[in-house]
């Protein structure tokens, strides 16, 4: 039930890192024995290869991880990691680095569950930091720093005490200061919840709040 | 009052295409003679050029411009840019690329307002795909697109109807639906308001919703 990371350069470094924050089993593939070696200083997981070998993959236990991410700065070697890991794991899930915008189809049709571009995301963010530089510092927090407030995402089992009431009635708010600014049902998407909307077992809750109301509010969510 | 782009290329195209979608007057440079062509045949303003020249910046107008984006594919030359852009202007603001995160620092002194390194947030970006895959594009939505949701920054006036109110006064919740998700008062920044936390004149609010829920705030927040 462990996350592979293909390719710890420029860009797969920053993914290294994050994993690491959000303190998760994971282990490296790099074909760099020096980026091997900073790694295992480190104490992180990472054998030196080639992530587009069968051989690789499974000595890293593909048939029992649960995602792949490859973030290898050939496109091409991009495609191959995704086609290899979903033959010897159909449930994987894949997310791929595309370099050129031109490889985002090649990968999805590779098999890739999500493909990420960093020139796209990159280049908007540029953007918008001109635009509306508030937002984005704001919205940086949120989803990669979470120094003060988080975003988290809280499924509503079907025994649940929250299950069936309508947002003011669950108190959610009023109990934890926790906002949910989205509700997920299905392929559905809610978005800024009114308090009179229902929640309901199975939905996925998209909550802003700080870690201690968040910690709050899935104790108030479990069954009793 | 305008934004200079330097770089239309791998990360640049996409500042242009977002600054296209914002609807904000812009001027590229770029020395591919086929980018500027591309671009001009679109209908956007575009020279041929090294941004690195004191004359190529004053043509397009450093001196009135409010912005400068500089997404070039070297670092060294984003940090000329950046120096020379604040010399011939010291009030733009720049926004810089950083390819190499050992970059970021040396941007700054250069007087870079806000350093984006692509492979920084592409990475992180992975990472967060693989572990909360709905508030990465939920996120994505608010920040990138707007599909419903949107996210907004807006200015309290010292005469307007709402300053001195505390939230629940305010009613922005219940009669727009907008959800204040942050209060910024100086350098103070103020996350998950609640409903007793009072709004100043002056503070900078980020609401979250739907573009008419946001005008109607904005109605709502407007002195009479
Ligand atoms: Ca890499
Ligand atoms: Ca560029």
């Given at each position: 039930?462990?996350?592979?990371?293909?390719?710890?350069?420029?860009?797969?470094?920053?993914?290294?890192?994050?994993?690491?924050?959000?303190?998760?089993?994971?282990?490296?593939?790099?074909?760099?024995?020096?980026?091997?070696?900073?790694?295992?200083?480190?104490?992180?997981?990472?054998?030196?290869?080639?992530?587009?070998?069968?051989?690789?993959?499974?000595?890293?236990?593909?048939?029992?991880?649960?995602?792949?991410?490859?973030?290898?700065?050939?496109?091409?070697?991009?495609?191959?990691?995704?086609?290899?890991?979903?033959?010897?794991?159909?449930?994987?899930?894949?997310?791929?680095?595309?370099?050129?915008?031109?490889?985002?189809?090649?990968?999805?049709?590779?098999?890739?569950?999500?493909?990420?571009?960093?020139?796209?995301?990159?280049?908007?963010?540029?953007?918008?930091?001109?635009?509306?530089?508030?937002?984005?510092?704001?919205?940086?927090?949120?989803?990669?720093?979470?120094?003060?407030?988080?975003?988290?995402?809280?499924?509503?089992?079907?025994?649940?005490?929250?299950?069936?009431k309508c947002l003011k009635e669950s108190?959610?708010?009023?109990?934890?200061?926790?906002?949910?600014?989205?509700?997920?049902?299905?392929?559905?998407?809610?978005?800024?919840?009114s308090a009179d909307d229902v929640i309901?077992?199975?939905?996925?809750?998209?909550?802003?709040?700080?870690?201690?109301?968040?910690?709050?509010?899935?104790?108030?969510?479990?069954?009793?």
């Amino acid at each position: 039930n462990h996350i592979i990371v293909c390719g710890a350069g420029r860009v797969g470094q920053h993914v290294v890192s994050r994993l690491v924050k959000e303190d998760v089993p994971f282990v490296v593939i790099d074909k760099n024995p020096e980026i091997i070696a900073k790694l295992t200083a480190e104490g992180i997981l990472a054998i030196e290869g080639d992530a587009a070998e069968d051989e690789v993959l499974e000595k890293v236990g593909i048939k029992k991880a649960r995602g792949l991410i490859t973030a290898l700065p050939g496109d091409a070697d991009n495609v191959f990691v995704a086609l290899t890991s979903k033959e010897l794991n159909p449930h994987i899930k894949v997310v791929a680095r595309a370099n050129h915008v031109e490889s985002q189809n090649k990968l999805i049709r590779a098999g890739a569950d999500k493909v990420i571009s960093p020139s796209v995301i990159g280049g908007r963010r540029m953007a918008i930091s001109m635009l509306k530089p508030v937002s984005v510092d704001f919205v940086e927090t949120l989803i990669h720093q979470g120094f003060e407030i988080e975003i988290e995402e809280i499924v509503l089992g079907n025994n649940s005490p929250l299950a069936g009431k309508c947002l003011k009635e669950s108190g959610i708010k009023q109990k934890t200061g926790a906002m949910v600014v989205a509700i997920k049902r299905g392929e559905d998407i809610i978005n800024n919840p009114s308090a009179d909307d229902v929640i309901m077992g199975g939905d996925l809750l998209i909550v802003l709040g700080t870690r201690s109301q968040l910690a709050e509010l899935e104790a108030m969510a479990s069954p009793r």
